[in-house]
């Protein structure tokens, strides 16, 4: 029987609320990008100059300001971490510093060339205005074995098991979805295509099919890409139904290559843009998808 070191995933009910229009001289927050830690790491400059939110493990003190992806990097003050400036709408650093190696949520402006205290971080999240402490349930928990890999448990809010694994060689990472349903990140490489995920729904205990080159997921819909037949294809569905929602969509002037997808993103609205890479090395372009209201 393996001896475990539990590093516990907490999944929570986030409240995304609005910016609010500031009055008198208090500023003006447009509404943040919700992305992951592996989002901006992979590719900072699409978040560059942005408003963003992020949840991690926090940490406020004397030359450490900074936001890591997990308690794992936390623990073992990994380099994998983005410094914080707390601006005037967050709290005091006396107050923010409480919730030191716990879960926050931080939204601020993210700037990919500050790289904090002797540059050692990847980019800055400055003038923070929200860096509150994550409400959680304890459903999802990843463990670091001591031969140095992982396994996972995902139980739902009654507490019946829903997914487990082990002897996973990569870390994989948890995100958050909607209210309810999150899910594993699974990535045996770099490219985008060999990206994989599994959803939970905590509430109705339903859990995901495996999909693979995953690019985006929000609310109810997940947004795959995939080669069939020769030609790109990009899949937008329902991530526990594929009856209730499934459309499918060939980007025009894109590459044939295996990754020719390299980023997505579902916005408030469900609509869906798609990053591609051109034909013939011929740099990036956007796919968009726009859908009606109750489609």
Same mark, same amino acid.
């Given at each position: ?104 949520? $931080?939204?601020?402006? =993210? /700037? #990919? +060339? ?11 999240? &400055? !003038? ?107 899949? $937008?569905?329902?991530? =526990? /139904? #594929? +009856? ?11 590459? &044939? !290559? ?38």
């Amino acid at each position: 029987m393996k001896i475990k070191v539990y590093l516990v995933f907490f999944l929570a009910v986030v409240l995304l609320t609005p910016a609010l229009v500031g009055c008198g001289s208090k500023p003006y927050y447009p509404t943040p990008v919700d992305v992951t830690f592996s989002e901006l790491f992979s590719r900072p400059e699409q978040y560059d100059g942005k408003r963003v939110r992020v949840i991690g493990v926090g940490n406020i003190e004397f030359e450490g300001n900074c936001i890591r992806p997990g308690m794992e990097d936390y623990l073992y003050h990994t380099h994998n971490a983005v410094w914080i400036e707390l601006g005037e709408k967050a709290p005091s650093k006396e107050e923010a510093s409480e919730y030191n190696g716990k879960y926050v949520i $931080v939204e601020g402006t =993210f /700037d #990919k +060339d500050e790289k904090g205290h002797y540059d050692m971080f990847r980019g800055t999240i &400055k !003038d923070v205005s929200r860096y509150e402490l994550w409400n959680f349930n304890q459903d999802v928990h990843l463990s670091l074995n001591l031969d140095e890999t992982y396994s996972y448990l995902v139980t739902d809010y009654k507490g019946r098991t829903l997914d487990e694994g082990e002897d996973l060689t990569e870390r994989p990472e948890y995100v958050f979805v909607d209210i309810d349903v999150g899910g594993f990140i699974f990535r045996q490489g770099k490219e985008p295509s060999s990206c994989c995920a599994r959803y939970y729904d905590l509430k109705n205990s339903r859990v995901s099919e495996t999909f693979r080159y995953v690019l985006a997921a929000r609310d109810d819909r997940v947004v795959c890409a995939e080669i069939r037949n020769g030609e790109p294809l990009i899949v $937008v569905r329902d991530i =526990f /139904d #594929k +009856d209730r929602f499934y459309k499918e969509y060939r980007p025009e002037n894109v590459s &044939k !290559d295996g990754d020719f997808a390299i980023a997505g993103k579902i916005d408030r609205k469900g609509n869906v843009t798609v990053t591609c890479l051109a034909e013939n090395g011929g740099g990036e372009i956007e796919f968009s998808i726009a859908f009606e209201p109750g489609n």
